[in-house]
T-cell receptor, first 113, second 116 residues
Framework: DAKTTQPNSMESNEEEPVHLPCNHSTISGTDYIHWYRQLPSQGPEYVIH???SNVNNRMASLAIAEDRKSSTLILHRATLRDAAVYYC??????????????FGTGTRLAVRP | NAGVMQNPRHLVRRRGQEARLRCSPM?????VYWYRQLPEEGLKFMVY????????ESGMPKERFSAEFPKEGPSILRIQQVVRGDSAAYFC??????????????FGPGTRLTVL
């Protein structure tokens, strides 16, 4: 399975943008890049996913490097509610092995008021 | 639309008892996944089920654990003869279809099992 590498922790100030990096140098051509987050004492929550092109939704933006070996989750204006562990996950398309989510250690984001 | 529902939210069992965890997927979802999060550890996949079928149980402990997703009713994760090491948060997720690369899994709030 392709692996991802994320910083253990990051800090941000409230209402400032946050860029959460993820390295996935062994990504294959059929791997989708997914981001989930887990708020304290809650279940994981889907944030965004993409394959090759940058993606935007109401929660965040996903910037994917041209060679796809890295990606960045962008929270445009961090709020206190965004304090969570953020997971970058690769999912292989078209194979049953891609069904399960393989969570790494993620990045713990702290937001300062 | 109701999200993924899990019950109970908290479950306390004594060693040797059985634990039954229930998961009702989102309406229209026929794929269910169970994950376990041990204290201070990450989430680990346990089992993937579709209606009446176990598709992938590669993450399930070989003994005492079983899962089902019957034609009618919720998915059940059953742990027999619980031990203290089973104390964890158990999360259920559901998705509407099989398209492993791009589909989204929606998680429930979890069941926190404590074994005394």
């Amino acid at each position: 399975d392709a692996k991802t590498t994320q910083p253990n922790s990051m800090e941000s100030n409230e209402e400032e943008p946050v860029h959460l990096p993820c390295n996935h140098s062994t990504i294959s051509g059929t791997d989708y890049i997914h981001w989930y987050r887990q708020l304290p004492s809650q279940g994981p929550e889907y944030v965004i996913h993409g394959l090759t092109s940058n993606v935007n939704n109401r929660m965040a933006s996903l910037a994917i490097a041209e060679d796809r070996k890295s990606s960045t989750l962008i929270l445009h204006r961090a709020t206190l509610r965004d304090a969570a562990v953020y997971y970058c996950i690769l999912r292989e398309s078209g194979k049953s092995s891609g069904d399960k989510l393989t969570f790494g250690t993620g990045t713990r984001l702290a937001v300062r008021p | 639309n109701a999200g993924v529902m899990q019950n109970p939210r908290h479950l306390v069992r004594r060693r040797g008892q059985e634990a039954r965890l229930r998961c009702s997927p989102m309406k229209g979802h026929s794929h269910v996944y169970w994950y376990r999060q041990l204290p201070e550890e990450g989430l680990k996949f346990m089992v993937y089920l579709q209606k009446e079928n176990i598709i992938d149980e590669s993450g399930m402990p070989k003994e005492r654990f079983s899962a089902e997703f019957p034609k009618e009713g919720p998915s059940i994760l059953r742990i027999q003869q619980v031990v203290r090491g089973d104390s964890a948060a158990y999360f259920c997720a559901s998705s509407p279809r099989w398209d492993s690369g791009s589909n989204t899994q929606y998680f429930g709030p979890g069941t926190r099992l404590t074994v005394l």
